[in-house]
Nanobody, 123 residues
């Protein structure tokens, strides 16, 4: 069982930055595929970014160049640095983990989920 705890959400003005963190339990964190998803009110959960165990990263088009996913295996933590935030980035952000390698952008590929952290971007 892997437990995920997100932190770092909050209220920020458009153009501002936030860094989300996700602390994972488990001794095999370095082998997990980690990802961030988000869900706005009335919308389906959508993929934001993923990072493979080897460090390769993928992003949804709307956040490329603005968001950066990274991981610190020594701290069992994955981060999402969000810059140039826009009101349309407002959502609950969820950390997800898969014990398998090289997962993609579909929520069903991930086995474990955090409780979510709210990000609100004001215009």
């Amino acid at each position: 069982q892997v437990q995920l705890v997100e932190s770092g959400g909050g209220l920020v003005q458009a153009g501002g930055s936030l860094r989300l963190s996700c602390l994972a339990s488990g001794r095999a964190f370095s082998t997990y595929t980690m990802a961030w998803f988000r869900q706005a009110p009335g919308k389906e959960r959508e993929f934001v970014a993923t990072i493979w165990s080897g460090g390769r990263t993928y992003y949804t088009a709307s956040v490329k160049g603005r968001f950066t996913i990274s991981r610190d295996n020594a701290k069992n933590t994955v981060y999402l640095q969000m810059n140039s935030l826009k009101p349309e980035d407002t959502a609950a952000y969820y950390c997800a983990a898969s014990i398998f390698s090289n997962r993609g952008s579909t929520a069903g590929e991930y086995d474990y989920w955090g409780q979510g952290t709210q990000v609100t971007v004001s215009s």
